[in-house]
């Protein structure tokens, strides 16, 4: 099985939800992906992280920094960011706090984001991307740019389109679809024992 594969089973083992679900964006769904159940796992970190640094590499080269919205995108960023290392080419995280912060030094964004980075915004689950257009508006605010969008699952429910008005790439690692036909496959999956039916 190769890293996407597996990343792909542990998704559906560990966060795929079937039931009623209000999402962030307030719509309904008969599914719900806990990301944060695989990204912040040991084996999730390292598959997101390697998985992630390579598409970005492709599609989004001469990134300086990543991050997003907290808490959803920490674990993405952190896998990343400790990817480049491995690979020799650092890019440090950041985390955008939802709200700035009222002490200390009252920053909106964490991590030391200097303004003239070029950063890959990064989402676990995207559905409206509205997550994803807080953090760029914060990166923006700060006198960064951004680059592209990275997500370890997109719903395909309006994330894209919203973007694309932005005219920011989004690079999508698995599809809501894709992880719902895995999970769907076979009875005798391994991976379809791990789906918990909310009730």
């Given amino acids: 099985m190769d890293d996407r594969a597996r990343l792909k089973a542990l998704l559906v083992e560990r966060s795929v939800r079937l039931g009623d679900f209000t999402l962030a964006s307030g719509a309904r769904s008969t599914y719900y992906v806990d990301a944060r159940r695989t990204t912040m796992s040991a084996e999730g970190q390292f598959l997101v992280g390697k ?3 390579a598409l970005a590499g492709e599609h989004a080269p001469g990134i300086t920094h990543v991050g997003g919205l907290t808490m959803g995108a920490d674990p993405v960023a952190y896998a990343i960011a400790h990817r480049s290392w491995l690979e020799g080419q650092p890019i440090d995280a950041f985390s955008v706090r939802k709200q700035v912060k009222e002490h200390g030094l009252g920053q909106r964004i964490e991590g030391g984001l200097p303004d003239y980075a070029r950063c890959l ?10 997550s994803a257009l807080q953090a760029i508006q914060a990166v923006r605010a700060h006198g960064a740019t951004v680059a592209a969008v990275l997500t370890v699952v997109d719903r395909e429910e309006g994330a894209r389109a919203a973007l694309d008005a932005e005219q920011i790439p989004v690079l999508v690692l698995f599809t809501g679809r894709e992880l719902l036909e895995a999970a769907g496959a076979s009875p005798q999956s391994s991976s379809l024992s791990g789906i918990t039916r909310h009730k």
């Fill in 51 to 53: 998985l992630a640094w």
């Fill in 121 to 130: 915004v990064v989402e676990d689950s995207m559905t409206s991307g509205g």
